[in-house]
Structure formats: C-alpha cells, structure tokens
C-alpha cells in the first residue's frame, strides 16, 4: 500500500518505502507510477531501502494546477529527501524521471546523494545533429507532439509503451500502465512533454561525472551516439546498454543484477 507525504498546501507524494538501509529512490518516467518498477523494488529492497514515488500530477499523487514542468519537479524531488530526512542517497531516474533528478542536481547539487543511474535518457532531448544524443530534432518532435494531439494520451500511450517492449507485453501489465497513466490529465501530460523536449542539462551531467559515480543505462539503438558522447562527456561514467526503453522490466533480472552491481560500488 502506498503511503502519503504531505509536501504542500496543494500537494501531497504517493511513495512506497520497502526494506532498509540506503535510500535507492526510483523515479517513473512520463505519466509513469511507482508501478513501473514491480519488478524492480523488491529486489532492490533485500540490500537498500528502495522508495519510489509517483510524481505530481502523476497516479495517486495530487494533480496540480502548476508546477508541472521539470525545475519543479526537481524541487519535488528534494523535498522527499528532507522530509523523508533521506541521505547517502541512491538517485534511479528512468526516461523523464532521469530530467527529474537533472532538475534536482542543478538545483540542491549532488551533496546527499552517493550515485545516479540513468535510465535511458539523453542530458538533452532535442538533437541538433543527427549524429547527437537525443530523441528527435525539430521536426521529429514536432511531429510527436502532433501525434500526441491527434491521438490522445491514452492511445498515444499505449502505442508508445508497444514500441518500447523487445516482446509482447502481458495484457495485464498494458492495462495497469493504462489505468495509471489516466489519473494524468491530458493537458498535463502534453504540458510536460512538450516541456521535456526543451530540456539540455549537458552541463549538469558533466559536473555529476567528476562528483559521484554515475550509471549510464542506455537502449542499443543509441549505442553510438551515446556511446560517443558519454566518452566525451562522462568518462567516469559505468554504461550499460539494454534492447529496449522498458527493458528494465521486460529482462529485469539483467537489470537488477547489473545496476546492483553498481550501486554496492558506490
């Protein structure tokens, strides 16, 4: 059952807190929950005290009619730190909750927390060559961005979630991510996204290389981009590549063996 944390006057966090020891926080990804990563925290939970958190606007947390966007989110982020009085902290950002925590270091800096993974997601989402690290250029994200409107976020979720699977999702796992995704209005969800996509936290990403270990965890068809990058720009950085978006869930016993490994490191 998920606990509640009272942030603010208009805002109030939806958390799971399982073992002891650490804090390993997980962030879900755009209109993601805590859900996401059932195959996750358990595992997590034998050696650290995993949390996750639905973010606002986000599954069971509030939905608010501001600060939807990612400085706010980065604050929200510390705020469950302090008021959980969390420290040497374990920071798991997947897809947009990797911008999250980027939100947060930018903000507050890397003094609580022992190391990032990233999940499979770019310090900047908009490529400005097609050689670059990213989602898309202009064009490509503009499209999507269409889409989201043409189809609606529960579709365009939907389709998207297929797209990020090596095999076929369980019918059971599609409608549990459907049903959480829904609690997201739409407006609020094309907000963030569109958002997201003017995101660069390149510089941020660099100054966490030479502070705290850092996990890159990337999907195979941004090998070399990334690859090339992290290279450049993180050379301290320990990289994993995974087949696909949501292969932390679909092979998570790769996963959890894997980023384990890192985090006893740190």
């Not at 799971?16 to 595992?43: H, K, M, Q, S």
């Not at 997947?94 to 609580?112: H, L, N």
């Amino acid at each position: 059952m998920k606990k509640r944390l009272v942030i603010s006057d208009d805002l109030t966090l939806a958390y799971v807190d399982y073992g002891a020891g650490e804090p390993a926080i997980f962030i879900p990804g755009w209109t993601y929950t805590t859900r996401v990563f059932a195959r996750n925290l358990p595992v997590f939970a034998e050696r650290y005290r995993a949390l996750s958190y639905d973010p606002r606007s986000h599954g069971d947390s509030s939905v608010t009619a501001t600060g939807n966007n990612f400085r706010q989110h980065g604050a929200d982020l510390h705020e469950f730190i302090e008021r959980l009085g969390l420290d040497g902290c374990l920071i798991v950002g997947w897809s947009f909750g990797a911008c999250a925590a980027y939100s947060y270091f930018e903000q507050y800096g890397s003094a609580k927390v022992r190391g990032f993974i990233s999940i499979d997601e770019a310090p900047k989402i908009r490529k400005e060559q097609a050689t670059d690290w990213g989602e898309g250029n202009e064009e490509e994200l503009q499209a999507v961005l269409e889409l989201l409107t043409t189809q609606g976020h529960l579709k365009f979720f939907e389709d998207y979630l297929y797209h990020c699977y090596v095999n076929q999702p369980s019918p059971d796992f599609v409608r549990d991510m459907l049903a959480a995704a829904a609690k997201t209005p739409a407006a609020i969800a094309s907000e963030l996204l569109a958002k997201g996509f003017d995101l660069d936290y390149r510089e941020i990403a660099r100054k966490l290389d030479r502070e705290i270990p850092v996990m890159q965890v990337v999907r195979e068809d941004w090998r070399a981009a990334a690859g090339n990058w992290i290279g450049e720009n993180q050379p301290n950085a320990n990289v994993h590549f995974i087949p696909a978006h949501l292969s932390f869930h679909e092979f998570a016993e790769d996963f959890n063996t894997r980023v384990l490994e890192f985090c006893d490191g740190c």
